[in-house]
């Protein structure tokens, strides 16, 4: 029947409470109540909070995003409605975890202090203000997982969905490469590590030895972007969110120990546990970044050179050598598979490379490895990388033999796309529906329609 044409799941996943937080909520006395869904109701402010924050947030408007919006709200206070009517359960433990996250995203654009004084409340306050609604969110959630579980494909669907296209609105695919790459930082001085060291050990018997206030002291010493706001405050996280050096110190600690110093590959840090519940930690950390070694760049140059010998003698294979050598965490385990950072596939479309990388590429003919140069990680930080083309696809006509996964995810979102609509046709023939008049009643009449049916 439709296709929602805004983000729908942003409106229902992550984000859906930032809008309210950024409007107050004290205005809704005197809201205007819009759509009466099962137990729910939908306020004008609800869809005006929503619209603000995604034109805000660079979604463009041709007039139709108001109502776009509405139909997002109303579709998820149906899924609500169904979670609870199927008892669906979210435990106290979850909820808090996912405050702790949204607290720390909204801690980290604004201060303790100012979130207070704007806000006029506590942190504690908020949290249980909005607990509810974190709660509700979870549960949409968990609804909408159940019911996209519940859509499976065969190959044979996937062949019927590929021959169903009209072959002259299939176009063409761009041309795509598959990238592998193997990474060497340059090392760091032994200098700047001692010195690194020693700064951290003073700054950890000024809080253990003297009682010194440890985010006072991260305000004034750490390196980590960002980190003086914050006094060094990471937050809470869990297992899989910090490098692996990290953790295995942090998860040893007792809420109030203070770390000794320790290498990471960001530098070295010292890490004070504010506290810890089940697998998830509240920590700070002061960081002191190392400088290179004055040979650093042509140790790892010399490093990559050895590398492609081993290779171009057929010592090793470019996928087992990025496996054994390289210092990328996130790449080596796949041999230094390089991946669309939109879409996670390892074949990526030219055009989608930067602009450097556009014309090194080019250039090449599969199977040949480049020869190394810098490279800046997601971090920010340099290192030297080699690349080897390991696939070149031309542009084509999309064919199920070259394209298998791509029309494979087309056909399942389209079978999601149908599932879901016949199970909001389902879902309203069991929960009531009241949609008060708007400027949306011609771009709402199936919902109105619906409306009228839900009420016999």
Known sequence: MRYFTISFWLVLGGLCFLPAILAGQDAQALDRIVAVIGEDVILASDVDNQYNYLVINGEKD???????????????????????????????????????????????????????????????????????????????????????????????????FFRSIPKDSLGFLPAEVVLNHIVIKPPFSEESEERAKEKLKTLRAMVV???????????????????????????????????????????????????????????????????????RVHASHILKRLQYSPQGDSIAIDSLNKILELIRTDSLTFEQAAIQYSQDRATKHCGGCISNPQTGDLRIPLDALDADLYFKIDEMSPGEISEPEEYFQQDGSRAFHVIYLKTKIPPHAPNLRDDYQKIRNAALQAKQAENFENWLESARKNIYIDIKPTECQNALQNWTEWQSTSQQ
């Open 62 to 160: 041709d007039g139709s995003l108001w109502c776009q919006v509405f139909e997002n709200l109303i579709v998820s206070k149906l899924l609500l409605n169904k979670a609870r009517q199927d008892s669906i359960e979210v435990g106290d433990s979850e909820v808090d975890m996912e405050l702790d996250r949204r607290m720390e995203y909204i801690l980290s654009q604004i201060d303790r202090a100012d979130f207070e004084r704007i806000y006029g409340r506590t942190i504690v306050q908020f949290r249980a203000d909005i607990r509810e609604d974190i709660q509700n969110e979870l549960l949409v959630d968990r609804q909408r997982q159940m019911l996209m579980s519940e859509s499976n494909i065969t190959p044979k669907e996937v062949k019927q």
């Open 209 to 279: 030895e003297e009682g010194a206030d440890f985010g006072v002291l991260a305000a004034g010493n750490t390196d980590e972007p960002g980190g003086r706001a914050r006094k060094g405050d990471l937050g809470w996280f869990g297992r899989g969110q910090m490098v692996p050096e990290f953790e295995s110190v942090v998860y040893q600690m007792r809420p109030g120990d203070v770390s000794e110093p320790f290498k990471t590959e960001f530098g070295y840090h010292i890490v004070y546990l504010h506290e810890r519940r089940g697998e």
